[in-house]
């Protein structure tokens, strides 16, 4: 099973990107996927998760701005970032849960001026 997180860059503060996962190796159909967060010198941390029937929840510090959805079809999880601040500057990981929690590489994202 592989997750190929893509999609990530340097923006400005108040802009905007869509990170990208697809999986393959395994179908994710029915379990849930989800994005995660690691900034230099912190844990990484629980940004969204959507589940199999696309019920999604969001962490406080991104609720209203980021949204994550899928495309069960393509096997791929999408995470839509707006309003972008510094302090979500980290590299992001996608999940997907079959029983166990498989990851992506990560994909990195930097908000700065």
């Known amino acids: 099973v592989q997750l190929q997180a893509s999609g990530g860059g340097s923006v400005q503060p108040g802009g905007s990107l869509r990170l990208s996962c697809a999986a393959s190796?395994?179908?994710?159909?029915?379990?849930?996927m989800g994005w995660y967060r690691q900034a230099p010198g912190n844990e990484r941390e629980w940004v969204a998760t959507i589940t199999g029937v696309g019920i999604a929840n969001y962490a406080d510090s991104v609720k209203g701005r980021f949204t994550i959805s899928r495309d069960v079809a393509k096997n791929t999880v999408y995470l839509q970032m707006n309003s972008l601040k510094s302090e979500d500057t980290a590299v992001y990981y996608c999940m997907g849960r079959r029983g166990i929690a498989y990851w992506g590489q990560g994909t990195q994202v930097t908000v700065s001026s």
């Open positions: 190796g395994s179908s994710f159909r029915g379990n849930v």
